[in-house]
């Protein structure tokens, strides 16, 4: 509201008559006192409108009940203002961009605003199945509308267990090495992702030996090194019989990645290569076999000793109808072991003796599968 005061006569007249004017309001009536005061203020009130459209987020009607600790938080602003779910927020009229964060990245869609009316937008949400088995690099899983794997790191677990609201539209879910898959979410849908789930992908299925006699061969290395491609790598523990599902997204499938295992106490200079499997839905399993050297029993004329010694294994592998020795994959003490894949494999041992000093024992050994 405008107030506009006048003090004399002459001034009141002029500019009212000029207000008057300007508005096209035609001739008026003015009156005063008769000392040239004016008896009463002149209040105008200019008229105007506004008339927002009114937008409302809401939540998929399976988690609107739900507990806030299950659900990860994904704040959604529009026009730079923060939307609650189920409250009306005032918003300009026409097609409004909405921005709905979490972790490191960032999803958008649009409404169609209308004046004097209400535009409800209903998320979509994903929710994890926990897997049965260990999935390499689950605990990084980076997701985008866009299909560009923006990334979350560090996330965990904790991430993994939430509903996680999304804009409805196409996503890309990324995860391990070269994992994934691609959905689709529809509003008000809460949609199912288990990582176990090999229909549209391929994978490695890699199980640690059912027992293990004596102790890894390795003293500083007591986890599973696979790399893809010697591009990147992942670090597993296996505790023995446990297994770990390395996964190949659809849309990796041409570009020839090599995965590569090393168990604890191979060298770095060796690998063992793993095959993905030909086709989607397929699973490649290497169950893999244990190699436990004890000391070496040393027939005396006392009797038997337990000599305490070293051991290298080879690797066999037949070349033009020759069975050869491949890379050395290690060098340990007696009493120790290796995790190894099935095949056939030599053993050099040497040990100390007081008749010739040094001597050496060598054996070929068959390892079956484990399990």
Same mark, same amino acid.
């Given at each position: 509201?405008?107030?506009?005061?006048?003090?004399? !006569?002459? &001034?009141?007249?002029?500019?009212?008559? &000029?207000?008057?004017?300007?508005?096209?309001?035609?001739?008026?009536?003015?009156?005063?006192?008769?000392?040239?005061?004016?008896?009463?203020?002149?209040?105008?009130?200019?008229?105007?409108?506004?008339?927002? *459209?009114?937008?409302?987020?809401?939540?998929?009607?399976?988690?609107?009940?739900?507990?806030?600790?299950?659900?990860? #938080?994904?704040?959604?602003?529009?026009?730079?203002?923060?939307?609650?779910?189920?409250?009306?927020?005032?918003?300009?009229?026409?097609?409004?961009?909405?921005?709905?964060?979490? *972790?490191?990245?960032?999803?958008?869609?649009?409404?169609?605003?209308?004046?004097?009316?209400?535009?409800?937008?209903?998320?979509?949400?994903? @929710?994890?199945?926990?897997?049965?088995?260990?999935? *390499?690099?689950?605990?990084?899983?980076?997701?985008?509308?866009?299909?560009?794997?923006?990334?979350? *790191? #560090?996330?965990?677990?904790? +991430?993994?267990? @939430?509903?996680?609201?999304?804009?409805? #539209?196409? +996503?890309?879910?990324?995860?391990?090495?070269?994992?994934?898959?691609?959905?689709?979410?529809?509003?008000? %849908?809460?949609?199912?992702?288990?990582?176990?789930?090999?229909?549209?992908?391929?994978?490695? !299925?890699?199980?640690?030996?059912?027992?293990?006699?004596?102790?890894?061969?390795?003293?500083?290395?007591?986890?599973?090194?696979?790399?893809?491609?010697?591009?990147?790598?992942?670090?597993?523990?296996?505790? &023995?019989?446990?297994?770990?599902?390395?996964?190949? $997204?659809?849309?990796? !499938?041409?570009?020839?990645?090599?995965?590569?295992?090393?168990?604890? #106490?191979?060298?770095?200079?060796?690998?063992? !290569?793993?095959?993905?499997?030909? %086709?989607?839905?397929?699973? $490649?399993?290497?169950?893999?076999?244990?190699?436990?050297?004890?000391?070496?029993?040393?027939?005396?004329?006392?009797?038997? %000793? @337990?000599?305490?010694?070293?051991?290298?294994?080879?690797?066999? @592998?037949?070349?033009?109808? =020759?069975?050869?020795?491949?890379?050395?994959?290690?060098?340990?003490?007696?009493?120790?072991?290796?995790?190894?894949?099935?095949?056939?494999?030599?053993?050099?041992?040497?040990? =100390?003796?007081?008749?010739?000093? %040094?001597?050496?024992?060598?054996?070929?050994?068959?390892?079956?599968?484990?399990?």
């Amino acid at each position: 509201m405008i107030r506009i005061q006048f003090r004399t !006569r002459a &001034a009141w007249r002029l500019s009212v008559a &000029a207000l008057v004017s300007s508005l096209g309001l035609g001739a008026c009536a003015m009156e005063s006192d008769d000392e040239g005061e004016l008896e009463d203020e002149v209040v105008i009130t200019p008229p105007g409108d506004d008339h927002p *459209g009114f937008l409302v987020v809401q939540l998929p009607q399976e988690l609107r009940n739900a507990a806030p600790a299950t659900i990860d #938080g994904f704040p959604v602003t529009v026009w730079g203002q923060w939307a609650t779910y189920g409250v009306p927020l005032a918003v300009p009229v026409g097609l409004a961009a909405l921005e709905g964060r979490w *972790g490191n990245g960032s999803s958008y869609t649009t409404a169609e605003i209308v004046r004097d009316q209400t535009t409800t937008v209903t998320f979509a949400a994903m @929710k994890f199945a926990a897997p049965t088995e260990a999935v *390499g690099g689950i605990n990084s899983l980076p997701f985008s509308s866009q299909g560009d794997g923006l990334g979350v *790191g #560090g996330a965990g677990v904790e +991430y993994a267990t @939430k509903a996680q609201p999304r804009f409805a #539209g196409p +996503y890309r879910l990324v995860w391990g090495f070269h994992d994934g898959v691609d959905l689709q979410l529809t509003a008000n %849908q809460v949609k199912q992702v288990n990582f176990g789930d090999l229909t549209n992908r391929r994978a490695i !299925r890699i199980v640690a030996p059912p027992v293990r006699e004596f102790p890894d061969c390795s003293s500083n290395r007591d986890y599973y090194w696979v790399t893809a491609s010697n591009v990147s790598s992942r670090r597993q523990k296996l505790a &023995a019989g446990q297994s770990v599902l390395i996964g190949e $997204a659809a849309w990796k !499938r041409d570009q020839g990645i090599v995965y590569t295992l090393w168990t604890p #106490g191979m060298f770095e200079s060796t690998a063992l !290569r793993l095959d993905m499997p030909a %086709q989607l839905g397929q699973v $490649a399993e290497y169950r893999l076999g244990r190699l436990d050297i004890d000391d070496v029993a040393v027939q005396t004329s006392g009797g038997i %000793q @337990k000599v305490r010694g070293s051991y290298r294994i080879y690797q066999l @592998k037949m070349v033009n109808g =020759q069975e050869v020795e491949g890379e050395n994959l290690n060098v340990c003490s007696t009493h120790t072991g290796l995790d190894v894949l099935p095949g056939r494999y030599r053993i050099y041992v040497t040990y =100390q003796t007081i008749e010739a000093g %040094q001597k050496t024992t060598v054996m070929n050994v068959d390892v079956p599968p484990g399990g």
